[in-house]
């Protein structure tokens, strides 16, 4: 039972919002050629304005904490409420009604990473890193992927040997989003190569700024830096900081894809198009004169409809979730239907742009969608690639023979998994 009705939470929270943030103006109207046009998936930003950023989301994060709306379903020993999660989502509702700084940064970490150490951590690993990484002193990474290992995640190849109380761990990750800014990471590491691949593994919690840590940037084709290489050179990370038990680190890893696909479909298929929103494409098509074209009102409905579709069954998982049942299959089709829906979205504005897309005239509103293009491939790959969700859907859904890649029996040693070291 909760010890404050959601009625007075609503009233503290307006209360912490008014005296600390401004209101967005939601009457404003929006105006082709007028206020920002950036549309990109993934941020293109400097290294100075990103630490910025970055500063400006940690300040917002520690008031928000400091206040006692940082981690309002945690336990309090860590700072939070321990309040019931309609009380999170009432709070998210009211505060983005109000201009914050992005707190994307804390998307993996606090999303994904932090559930996972609740989940399976030691007490110590726990009292050291939750409330710091609620509070936003401490951003977290997910160092899971490798060069042979991607969406057949069990065949890693990255090795963690015991030394004593503590283990080495040596090896490459790939794609780790926001290592460069994070400070801790959690990883899976191979700990028994002559067991089956998904049996031999092991998580634990990594500090990024350890001797041996090696972080090198990607530079996408979108033009920004948000992803790394990774490397591991006999990194030394003490017992206590493994997550679950030795050779358990597959349900370790599945706690966090879990937490990923929930909060992807969450995120994004909510119906909302962010700001490539549908009010944006009317007024791009009226602006090109092409509003009596029925080529194009089709496809722009076409796009319209999707997004709607995709709201509808989103919110039918959410109600899942809300009554207390875990995500399913539904997360799979949420997320195939965001990538989907962007990537129509893309075809369209391709096909009113032409030339403009592919050309920086300086134009407002014009070369700027070449982001939201190349970014889309982005995110058909990210937390799941389309072809493995549509593989989930087929077999959960359609109850289709399951995909015969997995091998549960053979010895990972006796695999013939990329340029195999273990
Ligand atoms: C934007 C972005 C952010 C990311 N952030 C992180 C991060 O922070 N941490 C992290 O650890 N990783 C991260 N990743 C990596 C991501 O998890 C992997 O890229 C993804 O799992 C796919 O793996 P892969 O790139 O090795 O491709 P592969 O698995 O090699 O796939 C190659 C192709 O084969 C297809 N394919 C593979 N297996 C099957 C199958 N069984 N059936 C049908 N088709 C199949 C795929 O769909 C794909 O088209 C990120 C990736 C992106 C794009």
Same mark, same amino acid.
């Given at each position: 039972?909760?010890?404050?009705?959601?009625?007075?939470?609503?009233?503290?929270?307006?209360?912490?919002?008014?005296?600390?943030?401004?209101?967005?103006?939601?009457?404003?109207?929006?105006?082709?050629?007028?206020?920002?046009?950036?549309?990109?998936?993934?941020?293109?930003?400097?290294?100075?304005?990103?630490?910025?950023?970055?500063?400006?989301?940690?300040?917002?994060?520690?008031?928000?904490?400091?206040?006692?709306?940082?981690?309002?379903?945690?336990?309090?020993?860590?700072?939070?409420?321990?309040?019931?999660?309609?009380?999170?989502?009432?709070?998210?509702?009211?505060?983005?009604?109000?201009?914050?700084?992005?707190?994307?940064?804390?998307?993996?970490?606090?999303?994904?990473?932090?559930?996972?150490?609740?989940?399976?951590?030691?007490?110590?690993?726990?009292?050291?890193?939750?409330?710091?990484?609620?509070?936003?002193?401490?951003?977290?990474?997910?160092?899971?992927?490798?060069? @042979?290992? /991607?969406?057949? $995640? #069990? +065949?890693?190849?990255?090795?963690? &040997?015991?030394?004593?109380?503590?283990? !080495?761990?040596?090896?490459?990750?790939?794609?780790?989003?926001?290592?460069?800014?994070?400070?801790?990471?959690?990883?899976?590491?191979?700990?028994?190569?002559?067991?089956?691949?998904?049996?031999?593994?092991?998580?634990?919690?990594?500090?990024?700024?350890?001797?041996?840590?090696?972080?090198?940037?990607?530079?996408?084709?979108?033009?920004?830096?948000?992803?790394?290489?990774?490397?591991?050179?006999?990194?030394?990370?003490?017992?206590?900081?493994?997550?679950?038990?030795?050779?358990?680190?597959?349900?370790?890893?599945?706690?966090?894809?879990?937490?990923?696909?929930?909060?992807?479909?969450?995120?994004?298929? @909510?119906? /909302?198009?962010? $700001? #490539? +929103?549908?009010?944006?494409?009317? &007024?791009?098509?009226?602006?090109?004169? !092409?509003?009596?074209?029925?080529?194009?009102?089709?496809?722009?409905?076409?796009?319209?409809?999707?997004?709607?579709?995709?709201?509808?069954?989103?919110?039918?998982?959410?109600?899942?979730?809300?009554?207390?049942?875990?995500?399913?299959?539904?997360?799979?089709?949420?997320?195939?239907?965001?990538?989907?829906?962007?990537?129509?979205?893309?075809?369209?504005?391709?096909?009113?742009?032409?030339?403009?897309?592919?050309?920086?005239?300086?134009?407002?509103?014009?070369?700027?969608?070449?982001?939201?293009?190349?970014?889309?491939?982005?995110?058909?790959?990210?937390?799941?690639?389309?072809?493995?969700?549509?593989?989930?859907?087929?077999?959960?859904?359609?109850?289709?023979?399951?995909?015969?890649?997995?091998?549960?029996?053979?010895?990972?040693?006796?695999?013939?998994?990329?340029?195999?070291?273990?």
């Amino acid at each position: 039972m909760a010890d404050i009705t959601l009625d007075e939470f609503r009233a503290e929270i307006t209360a912490f919002l008014d005296a600390n943030a401004t209101t967005k103006d939601e009457q404003q109207k929006f105006v082709w050629g007028e206020g920002s046009d950036d549309v990109a998936l993934f941020e293109d930003v400097n290294e100075a304005d990103e630490a910025a950023a970055l500063e400006r989301a940690q300040q917002w994060r520690a008031k928000r904490f400091d206040a006692g709306l940082g981690w309002i379903s945690g336990p309090k020993k860590y700072g939070g409420r321990e309040l019931p999660a309609t009380y999170d989502r009432l709070y998210g509702g009211l505060e983005a009604k109000y201009e914050t700084p992005d707190q994307n940064f804390f998307g993996i970490g606090l999303g994904m990473v932090a559930p996972t150490i609740n989940a399976h951590a030691t007490d110590e690993v726990k009292d050291l890193y939750l409330q710091k990484m609620y509070r936003g002193d401490l951003v977290g990474c997910q160092l899971f992927s490798e060069p @042979g290992a /991607g969406s057949d $995640l #069990a +065949s890693l190849q990255c090795k963690a &040997e015991r030394d004593g109380d503590e283990w !080495l761990i040596t090896g490459q990750k790939v794609w780790t989003s926001g290592a460069h800014y994070s400070d801790i990471g959690e990883i899976i590491c191979r700990t028994d190569a002559d067991m089956p691949k998904h049996k031999g593994l092991t998580g634990f919690v990594v500090d990024m700024k350890a001797p041996g840590v090696d972080i090198r940037p990607l530079r996408q084709m979108t033009g920004g830096a948000n992803f790394n290489e990774v490397f591991f050179e006999e990194v030394r990370v003490h017992d206590s900081h493994r997550l679950g038990d030795v050779n358990q680190g597959w349900t370790v890893a599945l706690t966090t894809l879990m937490n990923e696909r929930a909060s992807i479909g969450a995120g994004g298929a @909510g119906g /909302g198009m962010g $700001l #490539a +929103s549908i009010v944006r494409l009317q &007024e791009m098509v009226r602006y090109f004169g !092409l509003a009596n074209d029925p080529i194009i009102r089709q496809h722009l409905m076409e796009v319209y409809i999707g997004f709607q579709v995709a709201k509808y069954t989103n919110q039918r998982a959410l109600d899942k979730i809300k009554s207390g049942q875990l995500p399913g299959p539904e997360m799979s089709i949420a997320k195939l239907s965001l990538t989907n829906n962007l990537w129509r979205t893309a075809n369209f504005v391709a096909e009113v742009l032409g030339p403009r897309m592919q050309a920086d005239t300086g134009e407002w509103g014009t070369f700027t969608w070449s982001q939201l293009l190349c970014g889309v491939p982005g995110m058909k790959v990210a937390g799941g690639t389309d072809e493995v969700m549509k593989n989930i859907v087929s077999e959960r859904v359609l109850g289709l023979p399951k995909d015969p890649g997995i091998d549960s029996k053979t010895p990972f040693r006796d695999l013939k998994v990329g340029t195999q070291q273990n």
